[in-house]
């Protein structure tokens, strides 16, 4: 394989590598995971503070900051020669200023094809392709499976709390609802909306969901939802299983099947 190489990111960038890059920074968690599955463990260099998977692993290696706040310094340090950043977790000027230093790799998901498309991407760029070919087999096989609601189960999903945040449309968790069967009723609204109430009780919901990510739903929280909405089904769910986009997708599909499951069964009750 001869280099330089240029890559296309799913932003449409091109990204010239001198050689295959031996110190890599990743700025996004579920990449994060992704690139280590990828046995590519003694390559990264830097992660976020919120990198944390896999555990072990990732408390061995240096933190550049957070997802929206990059410590430029401790960045330059390392001497990276790929940075792998999203477009929606990261803030466009520092990604922007990390780009005019280094070969900055950005993914864009939307779909679980996207993400299937990012892990291939990333398989060719570090060479590691026979490893993601069988990981986004597997992905497919298991997603292939996934037996939705039905019929399909009206749904708000909460990200945030103070001021309430759900899930709109046009991002992977909104995807991932629609596999599961779970018709988002905001689907109307962009991205992720500000919910009142008010909104929340308009929407007439049959389910509920609390996500334990980015704010960290508890069980103690259900009581303020069953209040708002007395009819729905209220249950905290593991973010990261809607929402991480890389190697976690091998994991997600029986996580989220036992979530259909136990819907559809309190709701038959």
């Not at 780009?99 to 993914?107: A, E, K, L, R």
């Not at 993601?132 to 292939?144: E, G, N, P, V």
Request: glycine share 4%; net charge neutral.
């Amino acid at each position: 394989m001869s280099y330089p190489r240029t890559f296309t990111d799913q932003m449409g960038f091109q990204v010239t590598l001198p050689h295959l890059p031996q110190r890599i920074v990743s700025l996004v968690p579920s990449q994060t995971e992704l690139l280590f599955d990828l046995g590519l463990g003694n390559r990264i260099v830097g992660v976020t503070k919120f990198c944390t998977h896999p555990q072990e692993q990732v408390k061995q290696k240096p933190v550049v900051g957070g997802t929206k706040n990059f410590h430029f310094e401790a960045i330059e340090k390392l001497r990276p020669d790929l940075i792998i950043g999203n477009k929606e977790e990261n803030y466009k000027e520092g990604i922007q200023q990390l780009q005019q230093q280094y070969p900055v790799w950005m993914s864009d998901i939307f779909t679980i094809e996207d993400a299937l498309q990012m892990i291939q991407q990333l398989g060719e760029i570090t060479a590691t392709k026979a490893k993601a070919a069988a990981l986004i087999s597997s992905i497919r096989t298991c997603f292939a499976a996934l037996a939705p609601a039905s019929p399909a189960v009206s749904t708000a999903y909460f990200i945030w709390r103070k001021p309430y945040m759900a899930v709109g449309d046009n991002n992977i968790i909104d995807h991932m609802l629609h596999r599961c069967g779970f018709s988002n009723c905001f689907a109307h609204l962009s991205r992720y909306p500000e919910i009142t109430a008010e909104h929340l009780q308009q929407a007439h919901p049959t389910l509920i969901l609390l996500s334990s990510e980015p704010y960290p739903f508890r069980e103690k929280h259900i009581a303020e939802f069953k209040e708002m909405c007395p009819q729905a089904v209220v249950k905290v769910v593991d973010g990261e299983m809607f929402s991480w986009y890389g190697s976690r997708l091998l994991q997600a599909p029986a996580y989220l099947q036992k979530v259909i499951n136990e819907v559809q069964q309190e709701l038959t009750n």
